[in-house]
């Protein structure tokens, strides 16, 4: 298991989980549907995934 | 003098944040699963259901008032407070500090004393880690945990602070449980983080009853305790229980317990059965 080497990029996907209620608002109906675009902050969390060596599960 | 309920709502704004941080699990606990169904990472879905399973017993056994115990084992110790820490700038994070405080010495009598272990070792008995392995939590857990909380009220912190704080210290621990992220460099060493819990979870003998903090590794380090990741590691427990089911997961080591304390002569060896260190027993036997 090899860490990423962009792994400290990963905390940017925080900004989703502080962006969480706005996505909740959108998707319930109550905030503009735009607001789902905040979805993708998530994605930076990828960052995290380490690379795993052959073999390993 | 406010009720628990009024106490409770004046903290709105951090169970808000509490919600918000489980919706954001539970995406990760979807994502994880989509991840590992799309490419075929696990061995099999029998234990992810059995976690599932547990928790959602777990879910109605709050309905019914188990979580309840947890605030009335505090409230009857709360006149007996020694002192009145006044809420000043620093009362939070002293309450979150000595509430991980409580959770870490919580969490080794968990390991350390069989009787405790039997519990405790639902949460530990899986081959597989995985987002779900933080919802396999025993379903007797809350009849005796908040025992562990008393020292905290005692001392003078109020019953509804320190059931937040507690609560933060557990629902931190939620998105640890994963191979999803590696390791996280000086964090490791700092925090709980997935690599530091992963040697947790570990089942051979260096990673055997270590890294028990709740959100800190401070007192890991601390308390001597402390342990990096291995390159290689083993989940699970030394003699797995080779079953998925939820009710022999929940009570195999209770059984276990019971026949050694029948089978053992003595009322030293019977005790030894009940609270010593897990596996204390067969040493005993086999040393002799």
């Known amino acids: 298991m090899r860490t990423q080497k962009g792994w400290i990029l990963g905390f940017l996907g925080l900004i989703g989980v502080v962006k969480l209620p706005d996505i909740m608002y959108a998707v319930t109906g109550f905030g503009p549907w735009t607001d789902l675009v905040h979805l993708l902050w998530f994605l930076w969390f990828l960052n995290f995934i380490p690379d795993f060596d052959q073999g390993e599960a | ?288």
């Open chain 2, 1 to 288: 003098m406010e009720t628990l309920e009024e106490q409770f709502l004046a903290y709105q704004a951090v169970l808000d944040w509490m919600d918000i941080f489980a919706i954001a699990f539970a995406i990760f606990f979807i994502g994880d699963c989509l991840f590992d169904f799309c490419f075929k990472r696990r061995p099999g879905w029998k234990e992810t259901f059995a976690n599932g399973f547990i928790f959602l017993v777990n879910a109605g056994l709050d309905v019914l008032g188990f979580g309840l115990l947890f605030i009335l084992g505090l409230v009857i110790f709360e006149p007996l407070a020694v002192f009145d820490i006044p809420k000043s700038w620093w009362y939070w994070p002293l309450t979150l500090l000595a509430a991980d405080l409580s959770y870490y010495w919580m969490h080794r009598l968990e390991h350390e004393i069989r009787l405790f272990w039997a519990v405790h070792v639902v949460h530990h008995s899986s081959p597989e880690f995985n987002t779900s392995t933080a919802f396999r939590l025993s379903w007797v857990e809350s009849l005796y945990e908040w025992i562990f909380l008393v020292p905290m009220i005692l001392l003078g912190f109020g019953v509804v602070e320190t059931l937040i704080a507690i609560l933060i210290v557990i629902q931190y621990q939620s998105w640890i449980h994963t191979e999803k992220i590696g390791r996280l460099g000086f964090l490791d060493k700092i925090f709980n983080t997935p690599s530091a819990h992963r040697v947790h979870h570990g089942s051979t003998p260096d990673c055997i009853d270590k890294n028990y903090g709740g959100i800190l590794m401070l007192w890991d380090h601390l308390f001597g305790t402390y342990q990096s990741e291995p390159e290689k590691n083993i989940y699970g427990i030394t003699t797995p229980l080779g079953t998925s089911n939820p009710f022999t997961i929940n009570f195999a080591e209770f059984g276990a317990i019971g026949r050694d304390v029948i089978r053992l002569k003595g009322m030293k060896n019977k005790l030894l059965a009940l609270f010593g260190r897990p596996g204390a027993t067969e040493q005993k036997e086999n040393s002799q």
